[in-house]
C-alpha cells in the first residue's frame, strides 16, 4: 500500500496514520457525498482508528478548510485515495474499513460509511463519544468571517438577539428541489406541522432552513413568525454548484444551526443531524 507523503507529519517511524480525504471528483460514485455523510464517515473511521491505534488525520484540500481554523488534525497529502463508497452496500464498506486497520499500513481514503451497529445490523447515524465530538469539534472550529457572519444572520436576517434560544426547522426536499421550482408532495403536510409547531410553542423562536428556495419563501410568506435567511441551496457533493460563496454561506448555515436549542427536522438529513452529534443538540424527526 503507498506511503503518505512527507506532507503529512509523523512524529515517529512507528506511528499509524489514516487520512479522510473529502475528493471533489469520485471515480466509483457520480458524485461526492454530501457534508452530514463526509463526517458520518470520518466518525467510523475515528472509531477504528481508536481501536487499532492509528492518528486519525483530515485532508484540508476542499473548499470548505478555507473556513475552518486549521488545527493538528489537518494535514495535505497526494498519496492514493482509496475510495469506500456507494454503489458498495454500506456493510461493504464497513468490512472494507475493518481490513484497511487491520493491514497495520497507513493509507488515505475516502468513505461515508456508517459507524452504528445495533442488533447485529448497520444502521444509520446514532451517538458518538465524548472524546470523537471533541475530535470534530476541533476540526470544525470556524474562522472569524463565519463567526462574524453568523452573528450578523441571527440580529439583522432573524431579528434575534445572540443569545436568545431558537429552534431550527430544517426541511430537507432532496437534490431534485435545490434547483427545481416544483413543489414537493410533502409540502401541504409539513406546511400544516410547521404552522402547529408555531401555534403551540409559546414564545418560542423557530428558524427554517431548507434545501428548496421556493418552499421556504412560501412557508416564510404563510408564517411571517419565521425567521429566515435567503442564502445559497448547495450540495456540497454538487461539483456544479459549489463555488466560493454558496460553500461559505452552507458552513454559516452549518454554524447557525450549531447554535440551536433543538433541530426538527423532516425524516433524517445528514447535514443537520450531524451538527446534533457534533454539538450535542436536541434532534426530533417530523
Known sequence: MQQLPQTVQIKNGTERICVHKYLKVCKTNPQPPGLGDFVRGTIALFNFAKIYNYKLLIDKDHPIFDFLENNDYLTTTDAHVIEALPPSSYETIYNQLALLFITGENFSIMTNSFYTIENQRLVNFGPISLDCRLFLQKIFTPKIEVRNKVKSVITNNY???????????????????????????????????????????????????SDSSKMAANLKCRNPELCYWDNSKIHLGDLKNNDRDAVFETMVDFFIMSNAIEIISNGCSGFSKIVSEIFNIKYTCL
Do not use: C, W
Request: proline share 2%; aromatic share 16%; hydrophobic share 40%.
Open 159 to 209: 431579528g434575534l438577539s445572540l443569545n436568545e434560544p431558537f429552534t431550527l426547522i430544517h426541511l430537507r426536499f432532496g437534490d431534485k428541489f435545490l434547483h427545481d421550482e416544483s413543489y414537493s408532495e410533502e409540502f401541504g403536510e409539513l406546511e400544516l406541522l410547521v404552522r402547529y409547531l408555531i401555534k403551540f410553542g409559546s414564545d418560542q423562536k423557530f428558524v427554517l432552513m
